[in-house]
């Protein structure tokens, strides 16, 4: 059974930090990608950043480029969103994907303040 939980979420100041977490079973992880993305209240899902399969390469959504840092650590099957600089239009729930398998997580809330 493909599980993803993420963790790490929660209220910050704008300008603070936050480290997403995402510990993901039940599928091989080291073979996918991961992605994470984000749902403002009352708008749709969007794109926030994704990684290959090695960590080599990442992508990310041009509005959280230079301050969204994603990661993997592959023996831990567990992948990470590094959010600095953080902004009230950060405010969103965040969900840790594996796209191939088209499976979501639970989604963790985090919200900034202005």
């Known amino acids: 059974q493909v599980r993803l939980v993420e963790s790490g979420g929660g209220m910050v100041q704008s300008g603070g930090s936050l480290r997403l977490s995402c510990s993901a079973s039940?599928?091989?992880?080291?073979?996918?990608?991961m992605n994470w993305y984000r749902q403002p209240s009352g708008k749709e899902r969007e794109f926030v950043a994704a990684?290959?399969?090695?960590?080599?390469?990442?992508n990310y959504a041009h509005n959280v480029r230079g301050r969204f840092t994603i990661s993997r650590d592959n023996a831990k099957n567990q992948v990470y969103l590094q959010m600095n600089d953080l902004k009230p239009d950060d405010t969103a729930v965040y969900f840790c994907?594996?796209?191939?398998?088209?499976?979501w997580g639970q989604g963790i809330q985090v919200t900034v303040s202005s």
């Open positions: 039940g599928f091989r992880f080291s073979d996918n990608i």
């Open positions: 994907v594996a796209p191939t398998i088209n499976s």
């Open positions: 990684i290959t399969g090695t960590g080599q390469y990442g």
